[in-house]
C-alpha cells in the first residue's frame, strides 16, 4: 500500500548557503528578496535521497542570484505530502516552494481510493522544472537477465512467475512496471515494499527479479556491480551508460522519464515566480551545477512555468490512463 498516513514532519534545516548581497542580487541577477531574508525549498523526503540532493544543490546556486539565503527543510512522510501541504498553506509571498516530484504531483491525484490532504492540481502552482530523472531499470547480478530482451523472453515462458519491485502499491516504480507488463504482454507478480531502497535490496539479493526506478536511486550500486543495469527508460544519449539498450527501442511506446522542479502556493505572485524561474534558469547554465545534478542520475532541464504545467498535464493524463488500465486501488 502506499504509505500515506501523516506520520509528522521532521524538520531539518540545510546548512546555510549565501547570504544577502548588499544592495540585491550579485553580478545583475534577478534580485530582491521574498518573504524575509530567507527563502525555503521545502523537500518531502530524507536527506540523501534524490529529491533532496537536487533541492540542496539548487537551493546553494540560487542564494547566489537571489541574492537571498536560502535554506532546504526535509518534512518527510505520506509521499512528498506533508511537505505539500506545509508550502500550500503558507504564505503565498515566494518566501517557500515545494521541491515537486513527478509522483506527488501527477500519480498519487490519480490513484483512486486515496485519501490526500491537499489537492496539488488547484493548491499548488508550477514555478520551473529543473531536471529530469531518468529511470533505471536493473536486475541482480547474480541472475540470468543480462538484457532487458533476456528478461522479456523469460517472462513470456513462464506468465506469473517473475516479479518486478516497486517503491510502493501507486509509486511510479509501480506503474513503471505495469506498463512495461501491457505494453510487452507480460504477466508480471508485483511486489511492493516501504521505498526504492529496500526494493533495490531484494533484486540485489534475487529476492526479486527487476526493479524500474529513478537512476539516482540506484547509480551507485550499478557502478558497484552490485546491480546489473538492462536498460535505460528513455532514448536521450548516455555519456556515462553510451551503449546500454533504451526501454523505446525494445518496447515500442514505453518510455519513464521522471522529473524534479519547484511548485509554489496557489496565489503565487506572477513577480516571485518569475524571480525564481529566472535564478533556476540562470544556475542550469553552470557546467559544475550540471555535473554535480548528472552525478545523481539527473538530466538538467530548464522549464518556465507555463511548459512546465503542460508536462504535468501530460504525465497526468499518461498515469491515470496506466492506474484506469491496470486497475489499481489503494484503499
Known sequence: MLGLALLGGALLAGPA??????????????????GGSTARIVAGFAPGGTSDIMARLVAEAVSQLLGQ?????????????IAAEAVARGPADGSALFQCPMGTMTISP?????????????ELVPVANVALSRYAVVAGPRGPYHS??????????????????????????????????????????HVPYRGAAPAALDVMAGRAD???????????????????????????????????????????????????????????PAEASQRWSEAVRRALEDPALRRKLGENGLTPQFE????????MEADRRLWRDTIRDANIRVD
Request: proline share 8%.
Open 17 to 34: 548557503m549565501a547570504q544577502t548581497a548588499p544592495g540585491g542580487a550579485p553580478g545583475g541577477s534577478p534580485g530582491g528578496t521574498m
Open 69 to 81: 539565503r536560502v535554506i532546504v527543510e526535509n518534512r518527510t512522510g505520506a509521499n512528498g505530502f
Open 110 to 122: 490519480e490513484l483512486p481510493g486515496l485519501t490526500l490532504p491537499i489537492d496539488v492540481r488547484t
Open 148 to 189: 532487458l530482451a533476456d528478461f522479456i523472453a523469460a517472462a513470456r515462458r513462464q506468465p506469473d512467475t517473475l516479479s518486478y519491485a516497486s517503491a510502493g502499491a501507486g509509486s511510479a516504480q509501480h506503474l513503471a512496471g505495469e506498463r512495461l507488463a501491457r505494453l510487452a504482454g507480460l504477466r508480471l507478480i
Open 210 to 268: 527487476l526493479l524500474i526506478t529513478n537512476l539516482g536511486d540506484v547509480v551507485r550500486q550499478i557502478q558497484g556491480g552490485e546491480l546489473r543495469l538492462l536498460a535505460l527508460g528513455d532514448a536521450a544519449p548516455s555519456p556515462d551508460f553510451p551503449d546500454v539498450a533504451r526501454l523505446p527501442a525494445i518496447v515500442p511506446g514505453l518510455e519513464v522519464v521522471g522529473w524534479f522542479g519547484l511548485c509554489g502556493p496557489r496565489g503565487l
Open 304 to 311: 518556465d512555468q507555463d511548459a512546465f504545467g503542460r508536462r
